[in-house]
């Protein structure tokens, strides 16, 4: 299995701000690599796709970037709306393999 | 529309048989692979095993294989994620979630999802 590992787990920001997430898996997987972020009770929405495609009606504060075997999402500038849990997702091979997550939120 | 709806939350007791529903709409059933993910209470997403509709091909993971049972039946546009005898540490919210290409080249395997289905196991 391709192992995924997420850093931060936790990260405490201010609207306005810029973050930035990672993950690292455990052998190339070649650009196929999902972002997605989760509110509590409900399911996790897809925001990035190929490492760094836009899903259809997501913001343009999001991006994605990476290569190989390390990814970054990238939010430019945090909304009220935004603080949430973020997961990577490899799709390189089954079985496919989330990160452990980080959660978003409001310093 | 594409739609996935699940089947309602269910409490059961250790030992016992349990099979919860995901209803597609809005698409040719048989044309997108469904999948199962897990989350456990306050725990992090994991992905149990797929479903090709078409012809009821799966995939597992390692680590569900042979304790969960992924089925479907395309005359009525369902896929089915079934226990035999449940354990404790089932109690989880399970999502099921639909592939999808963007851009006419670009799969994501997990674009669509269902609502989630509740299941609490406990004695």
């Known amino acids: 299995d391709i192992q995924m590992t997420q850093s931060p787990s936790s990260l405490s920001a201010s609207v306005g701000d810029r973050v930035t997430i990672t993950c690292r898996a455990s052998?190339?997987?070649?650009?196929?690599l999902a972002w997605y972020h989760q509110k509590p009770g409900k399911a996790p929405k897809v925001l990035l796709y190929?490492?760094?495609r836009l899903e259809s009606g997501v913001p343009s504060r999001f991006s994605g970037s990476g290569s190989g075997t390390d990814y970054t999402l990238t939010i430019s500038s945090l909304q009220p709306e935004d603080f949430a849990t973020y997961f990577c997702?490899?799709?390189?091979?089954?079985?496919?393999?989330f990160g452990q997550g980080t959660k978003l939120e409001i310093k | 529309e594409v739609q996935l709806v699940q089947s309602g939350a269910e409490v059961k007791k250790p030992g016992k048989s349990l099979r919860i529903s995901c209803k597609g709409s809005?698409?040719?059933?048989?044309?997108?692979?469904i999948n199962w993910v897990r989350q456990m209470p306050g725990q992090g997403l994991e992905w149990m095993g797929r479903?090709?509709?078409?012809?009821?091909?799966?995939n597992y993971s390692p680590s569900f294989q042979g304790h969960v049972t992924i089925s479907a039946d395309k005359s009525i546009s369902a896929a089915f994620l079934q226990w035999s005898s449940l354990e404790a540490s089932d109690t989880a919210m399970y999502f099921c979630?639909?592939?999808?290409?963007?851009?006419?080249?670009?799969?994501?395997?997990?674009?669509?999802w269902g609502q989630g289905t509740l299941v609490t196991v406990s004695s």
């Open positions: 052998q190339a997987i070649s650009y196929s």
């Open positions: 979630a639909r592939g999808d290409y963007a851009s006419g080249r670009y799969y994501i395997p997990l674009r669509s």
């Open positions: 997702q490899q799709y390189y091979s089954t079985p496919y393999t």
């Open positions: 190929a490492a760094s």
């Open positions: 809005g698409y040719n059933f048989t044309s997108y692979w």
């Open positions: 479903i090709d509709p078409s012809d009821s091909y799966t």
